[in-house]
């Protein structure tokens, strides 16, 4: 599964993530995430995006958790793109800890994105350019 992935960052891992049982608040991966979405643009579509006009809406996310992660964790978020729309697209996401110079994985997760004017308040077409950046780079058509 993980090998599917070309993009990863590493987390840092902050005391005030910690919960009251040691280990990362479930919440707290959602920021984990938007990390690894972020580096995944930076990285992938390069491309300055002017938030006050447009951008992109979290629409929905599903996390399947499968490890704890604790403070002390060596941890690191895998994203692509696996899916495009017309106004949206799907970010998959694995996130591992280092164990004994092994990857285990922590969760899964799934996220769809919606493109967005907030200009006008409306849904946007996601641009060509995102679509043909992504597809370089993954090294494969994505099914729109």
């Known amino acids: 599964m993980i090998r599917s992935f070309k993009h990863?960052?590493?987390i840092q891992i902050r005391f005030k993530d910690i919960d009251k049982l040691g280990h990362v608040n479930n919440a707290t991966y959602l920021s984990y995430l938007e990390t690894a979405r972020m580096s995944y643009f930076r990285q992938v579509i390069g491309t300055t995006i002017d938030w006050v006009k447009t951008?992109?809406?979290l629409a929905k996310v599903n996390i399947d958790y499968k490890l704890p992660v604790v403070l002390e964790d060596e941890l690191f978020v895998y994203t692509r793109i696996t899916r495009f729309g017309t106004?949206?697209?799907d970010i998959s996401n694995c996130m591992v800890k280092v164990?004994?110079?092994e990857e285990k994985i922590c969760c899964t997760a799934v996220s769809v994105?919606?493109?967005m004017n907030y200009e006008t308040k409306e849904t946007s077409p996601v641009p060509q350019l995102w679509?043909?950046?992504v597809q370089a780079f993954e090294g494969e058509v994505i099914c729109s």
């Open 113 to 115: 994105i919606v493109c």
């Open 87 to 89: 106004k949206s697209f």
């Open 8 to 10: 990863k960052v590493n």
């Open 55 to 57: 951008g992109m809406i």
């Open 99 to 101: 164990v004994n110079n």
């Open 131 to 133: 679509k043909d950046r």
